[in-house]
């Protein structure tokens, strides 16, 4: 059983893609991470010890992973952060989303994300293309939310009033993007949001594997990485 309260934030609030899986994947796949660590096991080798019963979720992180090269040596002060996602459309049908994300760190600390690698699993795809641009786009605006995008309060009132004092993600941003999508004959479900989610913690993850910096708050911005 579980309850909640609602908490009224004094601020207009609208939908965004993805609400509210993506902070929830964020959460779960940092959490996954820093066990994966704890206990001295890859991150990929220890999300697959609990797929055990889940063939389509294991089935996407392996082909993730080996379309991405998980393993193989990067150069220095570059690494390598995976995650993976689950959303829920009609009867129950579900997407799944991996990404494996790979990221540099300069020595003043400052992040670039090079290449991220997705994998869906959506059942049958009647258009190749648009699945493919819905991702894009959803690991653009998931990347863009957790680099950047941020709303802050000044005397009361919202400081960003448009895109020329709000910071989003623009073309030298975008890393290059490589998504793949299973062949399967089962009933088609959603590609317009589980992009979104994983992408984050994939990010942070990967920097973690860099320089040993666990990020626990968004965006990462102006955080020390070093």
């Known amino acids: 059983e579980m309850t909640h309260t609602g908490v009224e934030f004094g601020v207009p609030l609208g939908p965004w893609r993805s609400p509210p899986n993506s902070l929830n994947v964020f959460y779960t796949e940092s959490v996954m991470d820093e ?52 959303w829920f459309g009609l009867d129950d049908a579900t997407s799944v989303v991996a990404e494996v994300v790979e990221v540099s760190i300069s020595e003043r600390g400052k992040l670039k994300v090079h290449r991220v690698d997705c994998v869906i699993d959506c059942g049958l795809v009647i258009n190749p293309d648009s699945v493919r641009a819905q991702l894009e786009g959803s690991i653009i605006m998931g990347m863009s939310a957790a680099l950047f995008e941020q709303i802050t309060l000044e005397d009361g009132r919202v400081a960003q009033s448009n895109f020329d004092d709000y910071r ?59």
């Open 35 to 86: 066990l994966a660590y704890l206990a001295e096991i890859d991150p990929l080798d220890y999300r697959l010890k609990f797929l055990g019963e889940s063939p389509k979720h294991r089935s996407v992180l392996e082909q993730v992973a080996k379309q991405a090269g998980w393993g193989r040596p990067l150069p220095e002060g570059h690494g390598r952060g995976i995650a993976i996602n689950d």
């Open 168 to 226: 989003i993600a623009r073309m030298r941003d975008t890393p290059e993007i490589h998504v793949s999508i299973v062949e399967s004959d089962a009933a088609p479900t959603g590609v317009g949001e589980p992009g979104t989610s994983p992408i984050v913690p994939a990010i942070t993850n990967a920097i973690f594997a860099v320089t040993g910096t666990r990020l626990r708050r968004l965006p990462i911005g102006r955080q020390k990485l070093i």
